[in-house]
Each structure stands twice: as C-alpha cells, then as structure tokens.
C-alpha cells in the first residue's frame, strides 16, 4: 500500500511515521528540506522538498499510484485546493484534508471531500468534558 | 451592480475605485490590518476587515444577497480558488473572476472549473512573445469561455505559405486568418489576400490547433 503525506510537519510526519512502522509505502512532501528531521533517524520511506501545488512535485512524489493522500500543510486554503487537484486529476479516492477552520471544513466535507478538522474535535472534545462536569455536579 | 472585490492590495483597490466611479456598489475586504486602514481612509463603510476565505467574513460582505461578481484578487492563488468556489458553490454568485499570481497555478483553475481567471504575469509574457518575432507563434489572447485564441504568426522566406493566395491554403479546422500586417499596415484577411514574407498574421483558433497551423504557415 502507498501513502503520500503532503505537508510534514508534527501532524503530517507523524501519520508518515505510523504508517511507514506497519509496512507502507511512504513518500512525505514538503517545502522545507528540514522537515525531514520529523521523520526521525533512519527514514526509510521517500521524501520530496518541494510545494504541494507544484505539479512536478507531485508527480516526483507518485500521487498517480498512492492508495492514500494525507494533506496536512499549514494553510487550510492550500490543503483544500491540492486535495481537490489530487482527487480529480490523479483520481485517488481516498484523500484526507486538515482544514483548522470548522466552517471550511464542513462545507467542502458537504461537497464529497474528506476533511479533518482539529478545531472542532477540540472544541467537541472540551465541550464534552464540561458536560461530564455538568453530570457530576448535577448528581 | 453589487460585488465583492477580495484582497486590497493594487489589483483589488484600483478595481473597486473603477466600479465605484461608475456608480457601482462595492465591498472590498482586506486582511492585512494596516493594509486596511490605509484603505479605510478612502473607502470608509465600503471596506471590510478580514480573510475573506471565512465564510462568516464573505457573510459580513453580503455574499447572502449574493453580489452579482466576486472578483478574487488576493495575492493569494490557493486564497483565490477558495474564494471563488465559496461564492458560486455556497451562495450561487452567478459570475467569479479569480486572479492568478502565479501562471503555473493556472492548471489547477482550470481543473476546478474556475473558468474566468486574469493573469498578468501570462499577459506580460504574452507581450515579451510579441516583440521576439523568432518566436513562430504568439499568443495574444485566450478567450477561455469562447474555448478559442487569437495568436499571431510571422511569415517568413521558407514558410510554404508565402507567394500564395489564402484561398489556396488548406487551414485545419477549427482555425482561421484574421489579418495581415504589411509595412505597418494591417489589412482583414481576405480570399484574394496573398501571403508575403515578413507579413504579420493573426489567427483565431480552437486550442490544440497551433501546430497545424504552424505547418501550414510557418515550415513544412
């Protein structure tokens, strides 16, 4: 299986780290050349420095024969846009967007993409605890 | 008309001044605070504060009307894709027009069908093209919703075409001469016209013609 991670910073190097530890395939973009240091020492997987948008990028990164896209820069705008090129252009199904505003990320994840969206699971996740604190004061 | 220019910087500001002055009503947003308050000092109430990426800053806008264009003009290309899907997808903005800061990005517009786009980097290259007459074949202008594009050509000494009438030209499909330039002068291609080294010629053409053309006028 083949997993390409568009953007590797603390998120994006590490969902390459896992999954290069059960066996697959992994090629990391990103623009900085020191990104690389994420992955720890020994990497086995690919690595190509080098903006997501640039085509020749992708194509230097094997897009074309990933099972899986991980988008993960630091710009929800860049994510949405090379995850929507990844899926149309290359065809692959399965691509995974981090978009940090809630409200981007539901809207495109209305249109058919996949986005993840840390903002809102914290605020869900906060949410929830003060509701166990609400029940434990209430009883 | 009602529209939303996003980003305030020269591209954005001199376009909603224009619109204004023709008497159109505009919200222009910029996201740089001091950008924007430079801005404010000439637009006042008709310049917002904010990305307009966030669908409650487009709200703010009055993107719910919807305005009639939303002109993405950040210096931002990813920002400006955004933006134009926002509008047309979210609140039918019947007309988008995106800027394109980088003409390498342009693929990735064309991919997402945002169909109306500027670039003036392209423009400018397209200039430089014009003034290399070495260069075969110029594009001068890309109309993109027409699917068509006028490109100049030069006819030279050993082009096939030259000494011969247009009438006797076998143009490809999907191509034909607008005019010749002789001497400064430039004439509407006609049947009768004969093609002479040094003439100028401007074509119109479905794109993905241009080496059929080239074959035509320029070496066998």
């Known amino acids: 299986m083949k997993l ?6 603390r998120v994006g190097s590490a969902v390459a780290r896992e999954f290069r530890a059960e066996g697959w395939d992994v090629v ?5 050349e020191e ?3 994420r992955l720890g020492p020994g990497w086995s997987g690919g690595f190509v420095v080098g903006h997501g948008m640039d085509s020749e990028i992708l194509r230097r990164a094997g897009v074309d024969e990933a099972d899986a896209v991980v988008v993960a820069t630091n710009g929800d705008n860049t994510n949405l846009v090379i995850g929507q090129v990844v899926r149309k252009r290359y065809g692959i199904e399965h691509v995974v967007v981090r978009v940090l505003d809630p409200a981007r990320a539901e809207f495109y994840a209305k249109r058919g993409m996949q986005t993840v969206s840390p903002t809102q699971t914290a605020i869900s996740e906060l949410a929830a605890r003060v509701r166990v604190a609400e029940k434990a004061m209430a009883s | 008309m009602y529209t939303i220019v996003a980003g305030g910087g020269k591209v954005g500001a001199n376009v909603a ?3 204004l002055r023709m008497g159109h009503e505009v919200t222009l947003v910029e996201q740089r605070p001091a950008r924007f308050e430079r801005l404010q000092e000439e637009f006042e109430h008709q310049v917002l504060l904010g990305d307009a990426t966030e669908l409650h800053i487009l709200e703010l806008a009055g993107i719910g009307r919807p305005p009639q264009l939303v002109l993405a003009a950040t210096g931002d290309d990813e920002d400006n894709l955004i933006i134009c ?3 047309r997808e979210g609140y039918r903005v019947p007309k988008v027009v995106a ?6 990005n342009q693929e990735h517009f064309d991919l997402l069908g945002i169909a109306q786009t500027v670039c003036a980097t392209s423009n400018i290259l397209g200039l430089v093209e014009h003034e290399i007459p070495e260069h075969g074949i110029v594009h001068l202008l890309e109309l993109r919703k027409e699917n068509l594009e006028i490109v100049e050509l030069q006819i030279d000494r050993d082009s096939p075409a030259a000494g011969k009438r247009l009438a006797g030209l076998s143009l490809p499909a999907g191509a034909r001469l607008i005019s010749v330039m002789r001497n400064g002068r430039s004439e509407l291609a006609e049947d009768r016209t004969v093609l002479r080294p040094g003439d ?3 074509a119109v053409l479905e794109p993905g013609k241009e080496d059929e053309l ?4 320029l070496r066998s």
């Open chain 1, 4 to 9: 390409v991670v568009i953007g590797c910073g």
């Open chain 1, 28 to 32: 990391a973009v990103d623009e900085k």
């Open chain 1, 35 to 37: 990104a690389l240091t």
């Open chain 2, 17 to 19: 001044r224009s619109l």
């Open chain 2, 85 to 87: 899907q926002l509008a």
């Open chain 2, 99 to 104: 800027r394109v800061n980088d003409p390498r």
């Open chain 2, 200 to 202: 100028q010629v401007l």
């Open chain 2, 214 to 217: 080239k074959r035509v006028l």
